[in-house]
């Protein structure tokens, strides 16, 4: 959905070095959520906050945070980035959606490689 | 909390057969069920879902079965087409909408013209 976007789709970096994702969201949606997405595990949930003052860990938080910024923006950071952390990560916002009920919407996603 | 598993992981269909994805839960609480199809290279997108108080919703080729009793649901694609060859994933939420999901493991469908 091109309403909820991430920065960068790409990136490469080496371990111990600090790592920002971004998500943005027009959506207007007070629910925001980080996944990651390695192969054969689907989505796991690393943090998720449901208002600007409401941040909540998921199931596999250790080595990440996260800064809810405004309603639209929600940031996941790896302070010292592992390369077990190498994986497809998503942002995605829920609200009301085009069929008239509550969904969850993705990003792009963003492919982060630890070397 | 939740525990959603999803069989098979692999699927490989020839064009036109129909093609059929489970999953089981482990909250008995859990009432809502949605279904996420996510193209390589491309966002998981919702493409169908169900609600504890339905056994079955429809829309065109693809249909959902729950059964409550069992914990269980289904995905089922008739008619199947080289572009629903894709990763399939189900979800399950306890706050009947699509809030906090818990997410299978996913199946990549095959679709061979």
């Known amino acids: 959905d091109a309403d909820v976007t991430q920065t960068p789709r790409n990136r490469i970096t080496k371990t111990g070095k600090r790592i920002m994702l971004e998500c943005s969201q027009t959506?207007?949606?007070?629910?925001m959520y980080w996944y990651r997405q390695d192969p054969g595990l689907g989505l796991q949930l690393i943090y998720y906050?449901?208002?600007?003052?409401?941040?909540n860990k998921g199931e596999i938080s250790d080595g990440y945070s996260v800064s809810r910024q405004a309603q639209a923006k929600f940031s996941l950071s790896l302070e010292s980035a592992i390369p077990n952390q190498t994986a497809l990560y998503f942002c995605?916002?829920?609200?009301?959606?085009?069929?008239?009920?509550?969904?969850?919407?993705f990003g792009p996603g963003t492919r982060l490689t630890v070397l | 909390g939740e525990n959603v598993e999803q069989h098979p992981s692999t699927l490989s269909v020839q064009e036109g057969d129909s093609a059929v994805i489970k999953c089981t839960y482990s909250?008995?609480?859990?009432?809502?069920f949605p279904w996420y199809k996510q193209e390589l290279g491309k966002r998981p997108q919702l493409i169908i879902d169900i609600r504890s108080n339905v056994g079955e919703k429809k829309d065109q080729r693809i249909a959902v079965t729950l059964n409550k009793t069992a914990k269980h649901f289904s995905l089922h694609i008739t008619e199947t087409q080289p572009e629903d060859s894709a990763v399939y994933f189900c979800a399950a939420s306890r706050d009947n909408a699509g809030n906090m999901l818990t997410f299978g493991g996913g199946t990549r469908l095959m679709v061979k013209p």
């Open positions: 909250d008995s609480a859990s009432n809502y």
């Open positions: 906050s449901f208002d600007v003052k409401d941040i």
């Open positions: 995605a916002t829920s609200g009301w959606g085009p069929a008239g009920y509550n969904e969850q919407f």
């Open positions: 959506k207007g949606h007070d629910r």
